[in-house]
Each structure stands twice: as C-alpha cells, then as structure tokens.
C-alpha cells in the first residue's frame, strides 16, 4: 500500500504529476473534488464544505466565529478518513502536515522558480507575463497564510516534507518516476495495522471536535477530554457544572457519524467552582 502526500507550488504542475503517479500506482487520487466527496460521504453538510479549502479565514472569522477551528477539524477528520485506508494520493489541503506523524506516508513537495512557472501560465492561459507573476504571487501567498494560519508553519519548509523536486532541473517524467519508484518500495509500502486503526480514531476525533465547537461547548467547559478509543466507542472525562449540560454534550457527540457508543467519567461540580 501506497499513501502519499503531494504539495506544490501554483503552476508548477504538482496536479498533472500526481494524476500519472496515481495511474502507475493504481491507488486513488484525492484532488479538491474528490476530498469534497469524501466529506460529503462521511457525513459532512455541503455547507459546512464552504469552509474546506487552502485560504486562511478572513480577519472576522478568526476573531469573531468559530468557523476556522470547525473547519480545521473537519478538514483533518476528512485527511485522516483517506489515510485509514492506507493507500491514496492527496494533493494539498495541508496532508502533509496532518499526517506528518503518520510513518506509512509519503511526504513530496514539488516546486520551480515563479519565473518558469509564470512563464508557462502565460502560455497556458494567455495572459501577459506580469499578470501570470501577479497571480503566481497571489496563490503561493494565499497557500502560505493558510498553512501558517492553520499549522504554524512555512510550507516551503524542506524538513516537512520527504522528497523534494526541482522540476527545473529534473522535469515532469523523472519527478513520475522518483515518485512512483519510492512509493513503490517496501520501506514506504509497510503500514502496520496499528496505524491504521489510528488513523480511524483521529478522523472521528476531528468530527467530534468540530461538533463540539460548533455548539459552543468547547468555550463552555473547557475541562472535559474527548478521547476515541477505536471502534466509534467515546469516553468522556474531565468537569461540568451539571448533569443537564453533560446531557447536551453527549447528543451532541451521538448525533457525529461514525460515533458507536458514548461513555463517561465526567465529574460534576458547582457552577462557582475555580471562582
């Protein structure tokens, strides 16, 4: 099994890459309309979707919403589903950074230099040269305020990342087969099951978490831990004011797809407590 992430700079061809090392491999390619799809079939509404994709949130969102965290939550719930099956190719959407923990991964960065890809845009799209480097200009930086919005991090950063690509200098059919041939072999194709199992249990957790901050509960009481312990099953520990709002919480975590069972160690305390 084959599981591999692929980020790329715009215009670099990164999608056009991915697809032919998805058809060597014969494993799935989750591009924006399939990883929408997934969401979709995991239970997640087509408005909640609005908020899946590589932009970080405006100035009002982030200050005055929710929306960034649930959509984070949904968008690793939604990385972590596709890593449970052990094998695909994900374009974008920050995979490599959610699986970055996940050993079975396959972490590829593809990149040239703004001049040879606004070159070829220019010609793709036939628009002049300064306007092809003001859009390159405008979708490197949107990609990067939204991994260092979500993760903290610089995207371009090479210790993220296993394999990085040059196609200035190597092209698109060595970068195929550079990546084909290391997906390929033995040390990135064994995943233990144990991984896997993992992998299940974060996606579920993310949808929980979603669920809860959609609802307010997370700012409510922040002292209750949400833990997955592996076939849909959740354990709740930790405080709340009462056995009304506990209530709420767990037909909240109930009504997340995938959920199986619902326990609890919740200790309940008066509502002055910690005043």
Not at 116 to 121: D, N, P
Not at 127 to 144: F, Y
Not at 199 to 224: C, G, Q, V
Request: proline share 2%; net charge negative; with cysteine.
């Amino acid at each position: 099994m084959s599981l591999i992430t692929i980020t790329s700079s715009f215009g670099s061809g990164g999608e056009k890459i991915a697809k032919e090392v998805s058809e060597q491999l014969g494993i799935e390619l989750f591009d924006d309309h399939k990883v929408q799809e997934r969401a979709l079939s995991m239970g997640i509404s087509s408005k909640e979707l609005e908020g899946i994709d590589e932009k970080a949130p405006r100035l009002f969102d982030r200050l005055f919403t929710n929306k960034p965290a649930v959509y984070l939550d949904l968008l690793g719930s939604v990385i972590f589903d596709i890593a449970s099956e052990g094998e695909g190719l994900i374009v974008g959407h920050g995979a490599q950074v959610f699986l970055e923990d996940f050993n079975c991964a396959l972490h590829v960065l593809i990149h040239a230099p703004e001049e040879t890809r606004s070159k070829t845009l220019s010609e793709e799209q036939n628009i002049t040269a300064e306007a092809a480097m003001q859009l390159v200009h405008k979708m490197d930086k949107r990609l990067g305020d939204f991994v260092q919005y979500a993760f903290n991090r610089d995207w371009k950063d090479s210790s993220g990342y296993d394999l990085v690509i040059n196609l200035e200098k190597l092209g698109t059919d060595w970068a195929v087969k550079l990546i084909s041939d290391l997906a390929g072999s033995e040390e990135v194709k064994t995943c233990s099951i144990k991984a896997i199992e993992e992998m299940e249990s974060s996606s579920l957790k993310r949808k929980i978490d979603a669920a809860i901050i959609k609802n307010n509960h997370s700012t409510i009481y922040p002292d209750f831990v949400v833990e997955v312990t592996g076939g849909g099953k959740v354990h709740l520990s930790g405080l709340m004011f009462s056995n009304d709002e506990l209530e709420k919480v767990i037909r909240v975590i109930k009504n997340v797809p995938g959920v199986t069972e619902v326990t609890s160690e919740i200790v309940i305390v008066p509502s002055s407590y910690g005043a």
